[in-house]
Structures are given as C-alpha cells and as structure tokens.
C-alpha cells in the first residue's frame, strides 16, 4: 500500500491540512499506517502535481497561510481503483519489542519487563482515545442506528480493528507481565 492511499482514504472525510491530517493519521490509522510529517507533505505535493488532491491557501492572520486539500474527482477514481485491486501479502509484524522478548533469555529480563509495561500503558492510552473517538462518532446512538444512519462506516470499522489490536496488546502484556514475574520468582527461589 502507498502513503497516497492512505491520504487520499482521509481525504474522504472531508477538506484537510497537512497539519490535520497528521494530527488524523496519529487518532484514526496509525495501527495500520505510520507516516511522517514531512512525508505526508512530500506525498501531498506529488499527489496535487498528479491531480489527484487540489488545494487552496486559507489566509490566517496571526499564523502562516495554510493550504487545506480535497480529493479531485481523479482523486476519488484511484480510491475507487485502488479498493478494486486485490490484497497483497498479508502483513507481517515488525516489532522491536517482540524481538527482545525473543531475546530476554540471555538478555536483561527487567529492562524487557519494563518495556512491555511500558507497552501496555501506551496501549491503555491509546484505547481511552479510541473510545472518545467511538463515542464522537456515534453521537448517542447505537452502533446498529450508526451503521444504519452514517454516511461512511469505513472509519468506524477501522476504529473497531483498532480498539480490537490494542485489547490484544493488553491481554498479551499482561500475560507477559505474569509470567515474567512468575519466572523471576522461580529463578530467586532456586538461587
């Protein structure tokens, strides 16, 4: 998947800066897709110069002008087309702290345990900022009146994967953590 179709899938919500879309991609995709300021504005620019995305500059009178993007009618043709394509491989998790799990054996057992307590924190964080999300979009309905009623249910799907992924993160870190602290236990009884 390219940087642009993740734009252009938050360009669907409606007109945006790049400062609003990052601030997007860190609440709503950032489970599935990680991107940096200063390449989100980069993607923009190639995406304006492809005719995918127009832009017009917003004259603000304390701060820099801003330029707020919307999808063309080009743009909207290559979501379409880009939801038509099939799947590629599945995804494959790369995670720094799986691999010192891996390791901890041989490694620093309580720097590992304290990475994923840190990990389990994060995860706590980012669902409390889900729910608010979640309960933003329905707006005091139930989720069979928003299914039945929203315009887009895309971003609430998504939002669901992503409070699901981070239940699983802290149903594993506390795994973890139990465990861990059942073979510290161990290992200071046999020493």
């Known amino acids: 998947m390219a940087l642009r179709n993740a734009v252009m899938a ?4 409606g007109e945006a800066s790049g400062y609003d879309l990052a601030k997007a991609f860190d609440a709503t995709v950032a489970d599935f897709w990680m991107s940096t300021p200063q390449q989100l504005y980069r993607e923009l620019d190639r995406m304006e110069a492809e005719g995918l995305v127009t832009a017009r500059v917003v004259e603000q009178k304390r701060r820099p002008n801003k330029r707020l993007f919307s ?7 290559a979501v379409h087309a880009y939801t038509a394509e099939p799947l ?9 702290l799986l691999v010192k799990v891996q390791c901890l054996d041989a490694g620093d057992m309580e720097a590992v345990r304290t990475a994923i307590a840190e990990r389990t924190e994060w995860a706590t964080a980012k669902l409390a900022r889900y729910e608010r ?3 933003r979009l329905l707006d ?3 989720e069979e009146a ?10 609430y799907l998504t939002l669901l994967r992503g409070m699901a992924f981070e239940r699983e993160n802290l149903q594993w870190g506390d795994m973890a953590l139990r465990r861990l602290e059942q073979r510290t236990a161990a290992l200071r009884a046999d020493g």
Do not use: C
């Open 10 to 13: 938050a360009l669907l919500q």
């Open 71 to 77: 999808l063309t009618e080009a743009g909207r043709a």
């Open 88 to 96: 590629g491989k599945p995804a494959v998790i790369r995670d720094e």
């Open 133 to 135: 999300l979640r309960q």
């Open 140 to 142: 005091g309905r139930s």
């Open 146 to 155: 928003y299914f039945a009623e929203a315009e887009r249910i895309g971003p």
